[in-house]
């Protein structure tokens, strides 16, 4: 295990690297995945390789909306335009895997068949879902309640990095 563990998950091949230093005391780590979510036209993901990790402050983690444990949090990247301004291209997301439930409107990374999304989900009252772009140029796209068995909620974006380089 030089390199580190494989599994097979429902999601495909997960690869964890090993022989790193635990964080410091009072922060947590968050596993950076090379995993794209679109932000646009679905991204197709084959391979979920842990590329790196974050380590944030405990107390940071704990004013993240609706997070319970850094557990279940992980880091993915944003791919295309129509969630800007929320989510720019390229952006890092932190994505609560635990927050699997639609119990409110937000923003979701949502996988419809082989396809991974970034979007702001909203229920509506007939059972279907509406996929919301955040650029006014990108319009609405339902989920009707037939194709909700291939839909899978990953988690809620509790976090966005959205630095802009100059």
Known sequence: ELYGT???TESGTVIRVSGIEPPKAGFVRI????VQGACGSGAT???ELVTGFVDVAAWFVKSLPGVTSSKHLQIISSTGVSMEPTITNRSLVIIDT???ALRSDGVYCLRIEDELYIKRIQRD???TLT???DNPLYQPRTIKRSDLPQTAIIGRVVYVFNGRGV
Do not use: A, R, W
Request: zero cysteines; proline letters at 5%.
């Open 125 to 127: 009252i007939d059972g």
């Open 6 to 8: 494989s599994e097979q």
């Open 131 to 133: 996929m919301l772009s």
């Open 31 to 34: 596993p950076v995945f090379d």
């Open 98 to 100: 635990i927050q699997t």
């Open 45 to 47: 993901n084959e391979v």
